[in-house]
Structure formats: structure tokens, C-alpha cells
């Protein structure tokens, strides 16, 4: 089946470490930890399986001296184990002091995260975010100005409130929220660019909570510059309410070709891994056709037809162990994080969506034959049947792997 290309909105390339963003560059996803920074073992351990898990870039907290002087540390410790994943730095309220005081925090970081709403207020915003950028400047390190509708510069809200009060024909709240958040990215971009920061080293973002403020708040942002993007719903929640949100939200943007890097803001769980928002990031960026992570099992929901529920486990065993492969299968087979894998549960749909993967099975429904039907490449080419199909298939699956990427 064809590809059906999205054409990315045009954006400058930024380089963060090992990392670009923007211009021709894949869409990078990144993560964030929420461990105590200071804390250097859980920190490198929670960095360890974010990257581990896919993300590229890995933001850390740094909200005090005890955390500025972890990072180093921490950086030390992962190339120490051989993982060179950016950190970003996420400031608020004392970036200034840390990165000035903190040098070799701020060396040892890839990217800074600065928040205009919460840099400081009246002539303190200017001279503190100026600061920051001028230590970035000083270590040829990039920005992301993030905005936070949550955490807005009330400055440019209440500049922006007086001049719609004067308006002949004043717009409605909602509308002027997101000019606010729109306004103070760009006007932090301007000023940080005549401090002296270079407009290949600026990443912007506009977060929202909501699904459709935050598509509006982008389709403007994306009219009015050409720095790289920043995606993300802010707060997106628990659970599938969270997953959902992020989805639909960001699958818009990218049909539209607007972003150049994506966080999927979820809340885990209890005792739950972070890494499960790699993962949905990665899978919202596959199943829009943006870049490919892992080979896609392709399965039914199940019916009447289907009152074993044999094909379930199978599918879920499958795509573990497709998942837990691809460390290892990246580095030997090239392309293979394109391959498609159908386990289908009966004759309805089964034989026909095994020909259109790379390799699939058509398991027996209820009442039909105790028998399954592997394709490879739209021929049939294995019928396997008894107790041991699931070990045979994902055999034949490595089999094909090693034959068709190798």
C-alpha cells in the first residue's frame, strides 16, 4: 500500500547535542523524568530507560542548587554507560542564578527550557531573562521559549486585555488568551534575539490543555514564524483521557505538517513506567505515517467469530516481542522498524490482511478448521496448526526479519 506523504511546514534547523531539530529532520520525540534531580542514581536510572524506550531528548528539573550541581553528575553517569541522550534543563523562577552560578550545570546541559511567565516580574523579567540567554549564548546553547497558558506573562495579557477594551470591535476572552500565549513567544524570540541569540538556536512552544485551543494556538504560531515547533498538550491527563487528548490534538498539527518535536505530557500511574509516553508518542507519530519506530502488528478487535481468545495473546506476545527486539534488530537490519506483522482471528479478514503485511497469520475462528495460514509477502507460504503455533510463527517472523533486512 502506498504511502501518503505529509509535507512538514518549512522550519530553521536547531541542533540540540547529538539532536536536530526542525529544517529536513526527522520529529524527534523527548521525554521528560520526574525524579528528584538531586537524587543522581534515580535520576540516571529514570534517563537510562526513557532512552532506552526512544526518546532523544530527555529534560531534567532544575529548580535549586542541589539539583544544578546533580548534573553534571549525572551527565557523567550516563556517558559513563554509554548513553548520550541530550539533557534539557527546565527552568523556572532562578534559572538566571543557577546557570550563571552554576557553570558547569550549564555546560553540561544540551538545551535550556525557559518559561517567559516565570523568569520574573516588572523590570526584574527583562534583566533575568536576558541573563539566561546570554549564558546560553556564552555556551552555544539552545532555547526552547515555552509558553504555559497556565503560567502566562500577565504583563502581555493585561497589555493585550487594555488594547482589545480600545478596539473598535473587541474579540471575545478565549481569543485574546491565545494571542497572549502567541505574543510572548515571539516577543521572548525577538528579545532573545537582540541579546544576541542566533535564530537557529530558538525553539518555540505554546501549551495549552485544550484540544482545540491548542490546534489554534499552532496553526497561528506556524503562520507567523518559521522557528522549529515545539508540540505538546499541557496537563494532558491519566490513562486513555490523557492518550486521547495528546492524539487528537497533535495528529492534526501533523497532517498539517506543523512540529518539529513532541512531548506527550502524560500523568503515569502509580508505580507505573515513564517511558509509557515514548511509547504513545511513538505510536501516534507511526500510525500518522510521520517516522516509524517499531514493526506495527496489525490484529482484530474479535467478534462472536473469535470466542477464543488465543489470537489476543498471541498479538499482544508478538508485539513484545517485536518491541523488545528492536534495541538489538536497529542496529543489524536496516528499515525493519517499517515491517508489518497481521494476527488476525478468523477467515473474515484474516487470510486478506496477512497478504497486505510483510508477514501475517489467519488463526481459526470458532467452528473452522484448527489450522493457520502464514503470508509472507501476500503468498502463503506455511500452514502451522497444533499446540506450539505462537513459538513457530514468532520464529518465522526472525526468519523473515534476518532473510528480508539482514
Not at 552555544?140 to 497589555?159: C, E, T
Amino acid at each position: 500500500m502506498s504511502q501518503i506523504n505529509i509535507k512538514r511546514r518549512k522550519s530553521v534547523a536547531v541542533n540540540v547535542g547529538s539532536v536536530t531539530i526542525g529544517g529536513d529532520h526527522p520529529v524527534v520525540i523527548q521525554s521528560m523524568t520526574n525524579t528528584d534531580t538531586a537524587d543522581v542514581s534515580s535520576t540516571v536510572n529514570q534517563v537510562l530507560e526513557l532512552a532506552q524506550s526512544g526518546s532523544e531528548l530527555v529534560r531534567v528539573t532544575v529548580n535549586n542548587e542541589e539539583s544544578a550541581k546533580a548534573v553534571p553528575d549525572i551527565r557523567a553517569a550516563l556517558d559513563a554507560k554509554n548513553c548520550h541522550v541530550p539533557l534539557i534543563g527546565d527552568f523556572h523562577f532562578n534559572g538566571h542564578r543557577l546557570l550563571t552560578e552554576y557553570p558547569e550545570c550549564a555546560q553540561a546541559l544540551a538545551k535550556y527550557r525557559i518559561n517567559p511567565g516565570n523568569v520574573g516580574k516588572g523590570q526584574r523579567r527583562d534583566t533575568q531573562f536576558e541573563q539566561m540567554i546570554e549564558v546560553a549564548c556564552r555556551y552555544d546553547k539552545p532555547v526552547r521559549i515555552g509558553v504555559n497558558w497556565g503560567s502566562l506573562d500577565q504583563a502581555v495579557l493585561a497589555r493585550l486585555l487594555d488594547e482589545n477594551t480600545q478596539a473598535g470591535n473587541p474579540k471575545e476572552l478565549p481569543e485574546i488568551m491565545r494571542e497572549a500565549v502567541i505574543t510572548s513567544a515571539l516577543e521572548s524570540a525577538a528579545q532573545a534575539e537582540d541579546v544576541g541569540m542566533p535564530r537557529e538556536r530558538i525553539i518555540l512552544s505554546c501549551k495549552m490543555s485544550g484540544v482545540q485551543e491548542l490546534i489554534a494556538v499552532y496553526q497561528s504560531l506556524a503562520e507567523r514564524c518559521d522557528y522549529a515547533l515545539h508540540l505538546g498538550l499541557t496537563e494532558a491527563g491519566i490513562g486513555t483521557k490523557g492518550i486521547v487528548a495528546s492524539t487528537a490534538a497533535l495528529a492534526v498539527l501533523m497532517q498539517q505538517g506543523i512540529g518539529d518535536t513532541i512531548r506527550i505530557s502524560l500523568t503515569p500511574a502509580p508505580g507505573t513506567s515513564r517511558s509509557k509516553e515514548v511509547i504513545v508518542g511513538q505510536e501516534i507519530l507511526q500510525t500518522m505515517g510521520v517516522r516509524s519506530f517499531t514493526p506495527m502488528v496489525i490484529a482484530c478487535p474479535g467478534c462472536g467469530r473469535t470466542t477464543s481468545d488465543y489470537f489476543q495473546h498471541l498479538a499482544q506476545d508478538i508485539q513484545s516481542y517485536l518491541r523488545h527486539k528492536m534495541p538489538e534488530w536497529r542496529e543489524q537490519y536496516q528499515g525493519v522498524e517499517e515491517m508489518e506483522v497481521a494476527v488476525m482471528g478468523c477467515v473474515v479478514n484474516g487470510p486478506g490482511e496477512s497478504k497486505n503485511a510483510n508477514i501475517g497469520i489467519s488463526l481459526p475462528g470458532t467452528g473452522e478448521t484448527p489450522v493457520a495460514p502464514v503470508f509472507e509477502d501476500g503468498k502463503r507460504t506455511v500452514t502451522l496448526k497444533g499446540d506450539h503455533i505462537a513459538e513457530e510463527f514468532q520464529e518465522l517472523v526472525e526468519r523473515y526479519v534476518e532473510s528480508h533486512y539482514g
